[in-house]
């Protein structure tokens, strides 16, 4: 591997290893290798360059009174999605100083579409591309939940912020996890979160949604998708959304035209969702 030393912007040197991406001759052809190292490529694509490691597992904004959570994709890493700490108070003011920011990062996973490879990813994948019939890789995505679940539980005990000032959100597989967290595991007896963020994402573990009555009159959604998306197919927003708002949640969907990425108005329009859910009198 190459290892490159670089200096974050919280001011902490570190030292990266970048390693090819190999695939297992055994089980994929060659064309599919090379489709699927361009779709892994395609799903940790954000409106910016995307980097593609990082030694932060959240950001350096001061303490608020509110925050986002927000989870980067498939073989991506918090640097990719980062930016939106910048660009969101750029586009709507009320979510600077007042939001404190958390880009956690996933563990590296195994890739059974792909022989076993390991790479960042929150699960496993078992189907390709990720239609409405896509197999769940539950413990996997249980053990995400989890780990998001723990990064509010910090932002409360140690700065004070609740769930109900905490929006959750993602892209592609990490956006899958935030609804996870936000719908299904928010059960009786736990408070809600502010509201969800789904970007090119999927609802899993359909057959086990089962969404209280205050999560869903407390957790507003938003969900942006592509309807050029062969990766998390297009047909995933339709389905996702009609299964929630029929479990009751406020949902506002939008598509886009592109493929598995995000575009501005996108971020512009999660901006407002985002003002209105943590400061619904401004």
Not at 51 to 63: E, R
Not at 147 to 155: H, N, S
Not at 185 to 211: D, I, Y
């Amino acid at each position: 591997p190459t290892y490159i030393t670089f200096l974050s912007s919280c001011g902490t040197a570190s030292m990266i290893s970048i390693k090819p991406l190999l695939f297992s001759a055994a089980v994929v052809s060659t064309s599919y290798r090379r489709n699927f190292l361009s779709a892994v490529s395609a799903m940790s694509t954000s409106t910016t360059t995307t980097t593609t490691t990082t030694t932060s597992s959240q950001s350096c904004s001061n303490n608020g009174k509110s925050a986002i959570v927000f989870l980067h994709g498939l073989g991506d890493s918090p640097a990719g999605w980062s930016h939106l700490e910048d660009e969101l108070p750029s586009i709507r003011k009320n979510l600077g100083k007042d939001v404190h920011y958390v880009f956690p990062p996933s563990p590296t996973v195994g890739l059974t579409i792909n022989g076993g490879m390991e790479m960042p990813g929150w699960f496993d994948l078992f189907d390709w591309p990720i239609g409405i019939t896509a197999k769940d890789d539950r413990d996997g995505k249980m053990a995400a939940a989890r780990q998001i679940e723990d990064v509010v539980e910090k932002l409360e005990s140690e700065m004070g912020i609740p769930p109900s000032r905490v929006i959750v959100g993602g892209f592609s597989q990490g956006a899958a996890v935030a609804l996870l967290a936000a719908y299904h595991r928010r059960v009786e007896g736990r408070v809600p979160f502010a509201g969800c963020v789904c970007l090119s994402g999927w609802l899993t573990l359909k057959e086990e949604l089962k969404v209280t009555p205050e999560v869903a009159k407390s957790t507003p959604l938003f969900w942006g998708h592509g309807t050029w998306d062969d990766k998390v197919l297009f047909e995933q927003q339709a389905h996702g959304v009609e299964k929630l708002r029929e479990a009751g949640v406020t949902v506002a969907d939008y598509d886009y035209p592109m493929g598995h990425q995000s575009h501005p108005e996108e971020i512009s329009m999660m901006a407002e969702f985002a003002e209105k859910a943590l400061f619904p009198s401004k």
